[in-house]
C-alpha cells in the first residue's frame, strides 16, 4: 500500500524539477505559473490540504519539506517577475535613455503690463483705493455721452472709435476707448464715497506703429467724497510717483482739457532715464507726461445720479504701457502684444 506521504512526496520531487526549469520572460507565462503553483486553486493549497491526512509522526519531516517546496515556488515567482516587469519597462520605453538627464521645467515670467498694472494698484490700495472692473465693450452713454462729451465731439469719430452697432438702448455699441466708462458705471450703482482703481483693455483706431497701437491698457482712479479738492489730487499723485519712480521724483501740473473734468490737468514726471538732464525719451526737455487728470466735472456726477452741490471728486488715468516704458526702457509698443518670448523672458521675477 502506497502511504498518502509517498505519494505527495513523489509529487514534491516531480514539481520542483518542473519549477526548476520553469523560465520565461513573458508577463502572461508567469501569471499562468503563479496560478498553477501559488494559486488559491493552486498545486501547492492541494498538497497542503493532503498533508492534513498524513500521520503524525510523518507531518514532522513531511512538513519541512513541503515548506522548502513552498518557498521554493515563491522566490521563483519573486525572480522571474522582476526581470519581467524590468523588460516590460524597457520595451514601452525602447527610445529613451534612462541615463540621460532630464529635461527640466522653465518657470514662466509674468508679463511686464501685468507687473506694472499690479503696482500700481498696490500704491493706491495703500491708499484705500480698491479695483473696479467693467465690460470692454460699451455703449455711447456709458463711453461718451455720462462723461459729458458734446454730440459732435471729435472723440466720437470714426477715426478714434470702434464702432461696432448702431442705435442700442443707451447709444451706439462701440469698444471702449478709456475706462472712464467704468467710473461712469460705478457711479451710477451706488453713493459716494467712492475710491477705486479701473484697469483695463481700451481701443482706438490707430494704424499700428512702434508708438502707437489700436488697443493698450489703462488704470483710471476715482475719489468723490464730500470736500474733495484739488489738494488732494495732487497730493495723490505726488505719492503715487514718489512710491513708483523713488523718492525725489517731481511733478508737475500743466493745465489741459477733459470733457469729465474741470479743471483738467496733465502730469509730467521728472525724466526717470536722465534725471532732468535730457535724454532721447524726454526729448531733452527733462520731463516726460505721464497722466491726465482732473476734477470729476458736475454735470458728470450729476448724470450719474449724485448730487454736485454736496459731493466732488477727482478723476486720473494712466497708459499702463506709458509707465512700463519708464521703468524697463521697451521703445517699441508692439514688443507688448507680440507674445516673444526671448522679449517676455526679461521679465523673469520671483514673485509668482
Ligand atoms: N480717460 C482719459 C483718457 O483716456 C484719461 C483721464 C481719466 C483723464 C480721468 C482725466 C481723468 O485719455
Known amino acids: 500500500m502506497l502511504y498518502i506521504w509517498q505519494m505527495l512526496q513523489d509529487q514534491i520531487t516531480q514539481y520542483t524539477a518542473e519549477i526548476n526549469a520553469f523560465d520565461t520572460t513573458s508577463a502572461d507565462e508567469l501569471e499562468q505559473f503563479r496560478i498553477r503553483f501559488l494559486g488559491t486553486k493552486g498545486i501547492i493549497k492541494d498538497i497542503f490540504d493532503e498533508f492534513k491526512a498524513v500521520s503524525p509522526e510523518e507531518k514532522r519531516t513531511l512538513g ?24 516590460q519597462l524597457k520595451a514601452e520605453n525602447s527610445d529613451v535613455d534612462l541615463t540621460l538627464p532630464g529635461e527640466g521645467f522653465e518657470i514662466g515670467a509674468r ?43 471729435p472723440a466720437r469719430d470714426m477715426q478714434d472709435t470702434f464702432f461696432i452697432k448702431k442705435g442700442g438702448e443707451k447709444g451706439d455699441i462701440a469698444l471702449r476707448t478709456h ?11 451706488g453713493q459716494p ?21 489700436c488697443f493698450f491698457h489703462q488704470v483710471e ?3 468723490v467724497d464730500e470736500n474733495v479738492s484739488f489738494a488732494d489730487l495732487k497730493q495723490t499723485l505726488f505719492y503715487f510717483v514718489q512710491e ?24 509730467d514726471i521728472s525724466c526717470t532715464i536722465c534725471k532732468g538732464d535730457g535724454c532721447q525719451m524726454c526729448k531733452h526737455s527733462g520731463w516726460v507726461e505721464i497722466l491726465g487728470c482732473g476734477m470729476v466735472d458736475p454735470n458728470v456726477l450729476e448724470n450719474c445720479g449724485i448730487d454736485s452741490k454736496k459731493y466732488s471728486g477727482f478723476a486720473f488715468g494712466m497708459g499702463i504701457e506709458r509707465i512700463a516704458n519708464l521703468k524697463f526702457e521697451i521703445k517699441d509698443l508692439r514688443l507688448f ?16
Not at 517546496?69 to 523588460?87: G, H, R, W
Not at 477705486?196 to 508708438?211: D, K
Open 111 to 153: 508679463h511686464p503690463l501685468a507687473l506694472v498694472r499690479r503696482e500700481i494698484i498696490e500704491i493706491f490700495n495703500k491708499l484705500g483705493f480698491s479695483v473696479a472692473e467693467g465690460p470692454e465693450i460699451e455703449d455711447d452713454w456709458h463711453n461718451f455721452s455720462a462723461l459729458n462729451f458734446p454730440e459732435e465731439h
Open 244 to 267: 513708483l519712480y523713488g523718492e525725489g521724483t517731481k511733478v508737475r501740473f500743466r493745465p489741459s482739457y477733459f470733457p469729465f473734468t474741470e479743471p483738467s490737468a496733465e502730469m
Open 64 to 87: 519541512k519539506v513541503l515548506n522548502e517546496f513552498k518557498q521554493l515556488a515563491e522566490a521563483k515567482y519573486q525572480a522571474l517577475n522582476e526581470i519581467t516587469a524590468n523588460s
Open 193 to 213: 464715497p467712492f475710491r477705486a482703481l479701473m484697469p483695463g483693455r481700451v481701443y482706438r483706431n490707430e494704424a499700428i506703429s512702434a508708438r502707437a497701437h
Open 337 to 352: 502684444s507680440e507674445n516673444d518670448v526671448r522679449f517676455l523672458k526679461q521679465y523673469k521675477t520671483a514673485i509668482i
Open 179 to 189: 475706462t472712464s466708462s467704468v467710473q461712469v458705471r460705478m457711479m451710477e450703482a
Open 221 to 223: 482712479g476715482l475719489y
